[in-house]
């Protein structure tokens, strides 16, 4: 069975707070997803990363970053949290372009 | 026309009951569709892909209509246990998904 897991089920940051959302995946995959969750807007892509060091923005980049250093790990960043990133967080990896993707337990983020 | 489209509902239904949910996409050249199910604050799981042919898992059946763009899904035998949301995802180009929003199923007793 593929495991995606997030360091996190829930977090409460404050406003300004630099903030790390870590995931790994153990299947090996090479595609690694971002997204955020909000009620009656649906999943949003953020970023993606096809290969360890590479990523590509998706449709919601601002205020965030990513971080691929290994190929089982793809870290999020909040450079300075905001109300408005208040959010369920998911993580997603695949191991092919297009393909179906695997889902972490999101991470439920709080910015006061 | 938005690029995955489907009726939030929520669809009622009673147990046993069959339901059909559908979903349209915008995007022609999408090269494969998949229905996942998200229960109540829990991450989207894959429930089946779907083919051009059509393809059937147990009491699931996913239908694909490439000239309509149009994907449906058709839940036999309704058990409690399938009350969630049900997404429809179409590959949008390269690597990326696109999600639609989710139909809502609730089974009574």
């Known amino acids: 069975d593929v495991k995606v897991t997030q360091s996190s089920r829930y977090l409460v940051k404050r406003t300004g707070e630099k903030v790390f959302l870590e995931c790994v995946q153990d299947?090996?995959?090479?595609?690694m997803f971002w997204y955020r969750q909000d009620p009656g807007l649906g999943l949003r892509l953020i970023y993606f990363?096809?290969?360890?060091?590479?990523?590509e923005k998706g449709d919601i980049p601002e205020g965030y970053s990513v971080s691929r250093e290994k190929k089982e790990r793809f870290s999020l960043i909040l450079e300075s949290a905001s109300t408005n990133q208040t959010s369920m967080y998911l993580c997603?990896?695949?191991?092919?372009?297009?393909?179906?993707?695997?889902f972490g337990p999101g991470t439920r983020l709080t910015v006061l | 026309r938005k690029e995955v489209e489907q009726d939030p509902g929520p669809f009622n239904v009673p147990e046993g009951a069959t339901v059909a949910f559908n979903c349209t996409y915008s995007?022609?050249?999408?090269?494969?569709f998949f229905w996942y199910r998200q229960d109540c604050r829990k991450e989207p799981k894959l429930l089946m892909s779907?083919?051009?042919s059509g393809n059937e898992d147990g009491r699931f059946t996913a239908q694909l209509n490439r000239a309509s763009q149009y994907i449906s899904l058709l839940i036999r035998d309704s058990k409690l246990s399938d009350s969630a949301t049900y997404l429809c995802?179409?590959?949008?180009?390269?690597?990326?998904?696109?999600f639609g929003k989710g139909t809502s199923l609730l089974v009574t007793p």
């Open positions: 299947m090996d995959h090479e595609n």
């Open positions: 990363s096809y290969d360890v060091k590479m990523k």
């Open positions: 995802v179409v590959h949008r180009s390269g690597y990326a998904l696109n």
């Open positions: 779907v083919y051009s």
């Open positions: 997603a990896s695949s191991p092919d372009a297009g393909g179906s993707q695997y």
């Open positions: 995007n022609s050249a999408s090269q494969s």
